[in-house]
């Protein structure tokens, strides 16, 4: 194949440059679309899975509120690069005491993955948005708001993202696809919709990655060029586990690790994704698969500790084959 030209990021040729181009988040995006207007808002807090848009409405809510130069009004900041007290009372306090440029009356300081400040340096912040409201408003992200202090969350109007539905993310996709001439097939849609699991920044990359290689991504592309999961592999794993076949089973997970390269939470996710699946064509009994989807959140949660994923998801195929073998 012929050397292909530098291509862009898809995430951000494509990401939306204003409110009314965003698609999902129906009970957010109206909200922010209000404040662009009117020119009024409160500080703001967007929790919500990663992916799901708490960065582009960001962004375009600072377009839609200070035009073509909105960089003069607004900055970003990432508080997992910088999350001690200094950079609070240095960069974000100079920032926010400054007199705001041009007419909406304040600037716009956008914290990123603000739940990553230690306890010190919220405790800061939360005194610098109370002191400099008139002149700088606080837009906060972060996945968890639990992890915020309480007078941070009650000083802003919070607002949930939600994991984007599979159509809202596959009518992104399309356009993508559209765009940049490409052509996918239904069941490459589906494999990309799975392993995204609501993130679309996820499913972007996937697209973009199998893309890179083939103008038709077929599950065939998926399966040569990324590292996905795909539906007939975690049928074909979890089928030898359900007849008891450990050997089997194991050495489709190992596979998957090995030739594949596929993580261990994608696996996870993919098995927990299969079973949550209507179309699953397994005969799984219910109480086989509540016990398997109460042992797969214990393992999640082990591997997110720094358990070994291999051993965590084998056990995982062994409990299935056990509980196999004693039924016959």
Known sequence: MASRPYEAVWVEKYRPHSLSEMTGQETIIPLLRTYAEKRSMPHLLFAGPPGTGKTTAALALARDLYGENWR?????????????IDTVR???????????????????????????????AQASLRRLMERYSLSCRFVLSCNYSSRLIEPIQSRCAVFRFRAYSPEAIRSQLERITKAEGKRVDDDAYDAILAAAAGDMRRATNL?????????????QTLQAYTAVPLRSEVEGMLGAAVKGDFLSARSQLYALFTDRGVSGEDILRALH?????????LSIPVRAQLDLIDQLGEVDFRIAQ?????????????????????GR
């Open 273 to 281: 994704s299969y079973l949550a699946d209507d179309r699953k064509s």
């Open 72 to 84: 003069d009004s607004f900055l970003e900041l990432n508080a997992s690069d910088e999350r001690g």
């Open 207 to 219: 697209l973009q990655l199998a893309a890179t290689h083939a103008d038709h991504v077929t599950r």
């Open 90 to 120: 240095t960069k974000i306090k100079e920032y926010a005491r400054t007199a705001p440029i041009g007419g909406v009356g304040f600037k716009l300081l956008f914290l990123d993955e603000a739940d990553n400040l230690t306890a010190e």
């Open 306 to 326: 720094g358990a070994s994923d291999r051993i965590q998801l084998e056990a995982v195929l062994a409990r299935i084959c056990a509980g196999a073998l004693a």
